[in-house]
């Protein structure tokens, strides 16, 4: 009995151990609740461009640049900027005479449009992402169809828009009243007196305004390439109006020479028409650019007798003088193409340089006028009023300009024209075909050098 008992319990014990063993307890699993996955995304930071570049200012300019480069470097905190203190044409004929690698060639510089054309035969400017900078930049139109599209060199960018520039017209007021003279008036050319209106004519610069008006092309180019000149034509053959420039400026050059004026002297020129610009002097108007403005001022009075109007408000033989649609580029050394560091600095100093936020501390240190600012910036800006009429003298007189010529051999012209222009004074020509005879032999020789 006792034996069948324990047996019992013991299946009794066995049969608990089972029915414990075979609960299973499902364990609570929570769902969570819904809630939006939160990406923390860091924040963009501009790498700090390493590299060093040398960049070219004026002397003039350096207090701009340098404001520039800080701002540059306040990005960039590893950059180094360093300057090459010369104007903007030493340092050009230092480019010119040497090469690309002479360390007294700056890695970023200024250059005339003219002059980009020579530069790219040379190989001494990189290409330069041009179309970027512009939209980094902002505020161009159209920037092919402006100055930017014409640093466009077989499809290359090899500039970058630095400011537009073409002739105006500062007027003496003091002297004006003096000579009776009304400034409020469009005024012809011919039928003022010879110190009325100084003009050194026989420098290209200043006497294409004259030429334009009657649109002589003293070089130009065909569709296909071939280049003529309408100055190698007989007197007797060219348009009437082109005709009448010649008499205008024969007649302009007699009357100087019988007054013994220094005007025709390449030398002695400029400092005659500063002198009789002077308030008190015989000279109302002086053509020339608003980079002038300082110089004038102090010689009208301090600023008192200054006046500035358009060009286009003096005719010769009734047609509006006209100059250029000129202007100015800042380019690259090839030297830099290779280095990215040391490319994207430049760029960037390019940028900044010509950044319109700051246009007018530009055009205060150095007169010059971006392109891509609305005349409003000026307009409403702190300049002081004889600035803000340059500059809307400027863009009005630029907006009628003939584009320039920019192709290589049209450097041909200064000289030619120059030359055969101050020839007069030796060769003392006494009827205006013979003049002209003197400046149709200087430019066939040229154009048989192409």
């Not at 769902?31 to 995304?41: G, K």
């Not at 890695?107 to 003219?114: E, S, T």
């Not at 026989?202 to 003293?218: D, K, Q, R, Y």
Request: hydrophobic share 45%; net charge negative; with cysteine.
């Amino acid at each position: 009995m006792k034996k069948f008992m324990s047996l019992l319990l013991v299946m009794l014990l066995m049969f608990s151990l089972v029915a414990c063993g075979s609960k299973t307890e499902t364990p609570v699993v929570e769902e969570p609740a819904d809630t939006e996955e939160v990406v923390t995304e860091e924040p963009v930071v501009e790498e700090s461009i390493e590299a060093t570049i040398s960049v070219q200012v004026e002397s003039s300019w350096l207090e701009y640049y340098m404001a520039a480069a800080d701002r540059v470097k306040a990005v960039h905190p590893n950059a180094t900027i360093n300057f090459i203190e010369t104007g903007s044409f030493d340092h050009l004929d230092v480019l010119d005479s040497t090469d690309v690698t002479n360390e007294d060639v700056a890695d970023v510089f200024a250059l005339p449009a003219d002059r980009i054309y020579g530069l790219a035969q040379n190989e001494a400017l990189a290409t330069i992402d041009a179309t970027s900078m512009a939209a980094n930049v902002g505020g161009f139109a159209d920037y092919d169809a402006g100055l930017g599209g014409n640093f466009n060199v077989n499809g290359d960018y090899l500039a970058f828009p630095m400011n537009i520039e073409t002739l105006i017209n500062f007027a003496n007021t003091a002297n004006a009243e003096a000579a009776g003279v009304d400034l409020t008036q469009t005024m012809e050319f011919t039928e003022m007196n010879y110190e009325t209106m100084l003009v050194p004519v026989f420098n290209a610069w200043f006497g294409v305004a004259l030429t334009n008006a009657a649109e002589i092309e003293m070089l130009g180019m065909n569709e296909d390439g071939t280049l003529f000149s309408d100055l190698t034509e007989d007197f007797a053959n060219l348009a009437p109006e082109k005709q009448a420039i010649f008499t205008a400026l024969f007649d302009y050059w007699k009357a100087h020479n019988e007054a013994n004026t220094s005007l025709w002297d390449s030398s002695a020129a400029w400092g005659y028409m500063d002198t009789a610009f002077t308030s008190g002097g015989n000279n109302v108007i002086r053509l020339e650019g608003p980079w002038s403005t300082g110089s004038l001022s102090n010689l009208a009075g301090e600023g008192a007798d200054l006046a500035i109007l358009p060009i286009n408000q003096v005719t010769i033989n009734g047609a509006p003088l006209a100059h250029w649609k000129g202007g100015w580029g800042l380019g690259v050394n090839a030297r830099v193409e290779g280095n990215d560091d040391q490319m994207l600095l430049a760029q960037t100093m390019i940028e900044e340089i010509v950044n319109p936020e700051f246009a007018v501390d530009f055009f205060k240190a150095t007169g010059k006028i971006l392109e891509n600012v609305d005349p409003s910036v000026y307009m409403n800006s702190d300049m002081s009023d004889t600035d803000k009429v340059v500059v809307e003298a400027v863009i009005e007189s630029y907006q009628d300009a003939p584009a320039r010529p920019l192709f290589t051999e049209w450097g041909s012209v200064w000289t030619t024209w120059e030359n055969s222009l101050l020839s007069w004074s030796a060769v003392k020509p006494a009827t205006v075909e013979e003049a002209y005879a003197e400046v149709q032999a200087s430019f066939k020789a040229m154009m048989l050098n192409f």
